[in-house]
């Protein structure tokens, strides 16, 4: 299929041709929501901990005698149910990251943007170079665009004042295209790619 290139200032700049492999596909919430668990579990920092009953600093000492006083029978005061006693069955450090099939992630982030084209949020510029790191100038640019909320790959190496000048505007992510990922294409509204990162993902997935 074809799409229209745009230029940075929104005026047309010829037509590229898409991939019915990577951008043609039907999209499937299933998958797409595996990926996104993953990511959002592999990020998972798993450093919170609570200390349990041979962690806190307490006596062990019995708490009184076994018999005789019409009490309940307790032992050490570290025991959950005391205040100052330690946690049951509290966090512990851990990774909360599983598998998932490479084919599958792959899958997944062609599903991604098939689901950007199919909805009309995808944009192909011809490339992502600012004449200055202004992040004024840029918005602009980007007003002309309609893009208020986007992601924005764009080839292995980025133009470093356009990396500037967009690094400071709200709801907008720059990225290289070998960091393009399903769970930032969804969390925002637009997708932008340029004729290089959409040339880099047909080279990937060829």
């Known amino acids: 299929m074809e799409l229209n290139v745009k230029t940075l200032e929104g005026k047309d700049a010829g037509k590229v041709s898409l991939s019915d492999e990577i951008f043609g596909l039907d999209p499937r919430q299933d998958i797409l ?5 993953w990511q959002l579990a592999k990020k998972q920092q798993g450093t919170h901990k609570s200390k349990n009953r041979s962690e806190v600093s307490r006596t062990g000492a019995k708490m009184y005698k076994q018999k005789g006083t019409g009490r309940a029978r307790h032992h050490s005061a570290r025991a959950p149910q005391f205040r100052g006693g330690g946690k049951a069955h509290g966090p512990v450090v851990r990774s909360h990251a599983h598998d998932l099939p490479k084919k599958v992630r ?9 689901a950007k084209l199919k909805a009309e949020e995808l944009i192909i510029v011809d490339q ?24 924005v790959i ?26 393009i990922n399903v769970y930032d294409i969804l969390r925002r ?17 060829k």
């Open 33 to 37: 929501a595996r990926m996104v668990r």
């Open 128 to 151: 992502l170079v600012a004449s200055e790191a202004k992040t004024k100038a840029l918005l602009g640019s980007f007003a002309s665009l309609g893009l208020t909320n986007a992601l």
């Open 189 to 205: 509204g637009k997708l932008v790619l340029s004729k290089a990162a959409v040339e880099a993902l047909e080279e990937r997935f």
């Open 106 to 114: 792959a899958l997944a982030l062609r599903h991604a943007l098939s």
């Open 154 to 179: 764009g080839g292995a190496e980025l133009d470093g004042n356009f990396k500037l000048a967009a690094q400071n505007i709200p709801n907008v992510d720059v990225l290289p295209v070998q960091g």
